[in-house]
T-cell receptor
């Protein structure tokens, strides 16, 4: 069965304290891995797509990396406005739908 | 980036009534649209996948006669919750994708449904 697991479930950081969120996956064949950000009461906002192991993408304070078993979302010198739930999802080869992880609730304290 | 809208953003209805939620892709043609529901502090749960001009494919456990999905055009999909009950209260989110391959899904802002 295709599975996506995110850790930690929740993470509290001080402003400026860098860290990483983990997304591990077990799928029959990976077509793509996606990272989204979701604020309370809103729909997920697209951040990154990663297609193959070794690929990296960056956007402002965020950097996403991918290996054959997991992906990391690195956040450098975060600010309070980076507080949100970060969702990881994979698209399995031959399927249209995404398989989502449970998300990591990130809180950045000023 | 691609923009997806939903209407209404919030709806309150009485038990037994039907509610229609619209999902539109504003700047691209969506060959595939997805409907999700999300309970508080939980991740998204896929309800159904719809391809333009075809019948929707429902996930296991989702009643297709209760959650009617129509994807009549490349920019519009609707979800109708028929004979809504309090347990149908949830946050409903749609997403849209331009191609049938590995293109990204872009999400709407969500609709908060409260059934009294």
């Amino acid at each position: 069965e295709d599975q996506v697991t995110q850790s930690p479930e929740a993470l509290r950081l001080q402003e400026g304290e860098s860290s990483s969120l983990n997304c591990s996956y077990t799928v029959s064949g990976l077509r793509g891995l996606f990272w989204y950000r979701q604020d309370p009461g809103k729909g997920p906002e697209f951040l990154f797509t990663l297609y193959s192991a070794g690929e990296e993408k960056e956007k402002e304070r965020l950097k996403a990396t991918l290996t054959k078993k997991e992906s990391f979302l690195h956040i450098t010198a975060p600010k309070p406005e980076d507080s949100a739930t970060y969702l990881c999802a994979v698209q399995v080869s031959g399927a249209q739908k995404l398989v989502f992880g449970q998300g990591t609730r990130l809180t950045i304290n000023p | 980036g691609a923009v997806v809208s939903q209407h209404p953003s919030r709806v309150i209805c009485k038990s037994g009534t039907s509610v229609k939620i619209e999902c539109r892709s504003l700047d691209f043609q969506a060959t595939t649209m997805f409907w999700y529901r999300q309970f508080p502090k939980q991740s998204l749960m896929l309800m159904a996948t719809s391809n333009e001009g075809s019948k929707a494919t429902y996930e296991q456990g989702v009643e297709k006669d209760k959650f009617l999905i129509n994807h009549a055009s490349l920019t519009l999909s609707t979800l109708t919750v028929t004979s809504a009950h309090p347990e149908d209260s949830s946050f409903y989110i749609c997403s849209a994708r331009e191609g049938q391959g590995w293109y990204e899904q872009f999400f709407g802002p969500g609709t908060r449904l409260t059934v009294l």
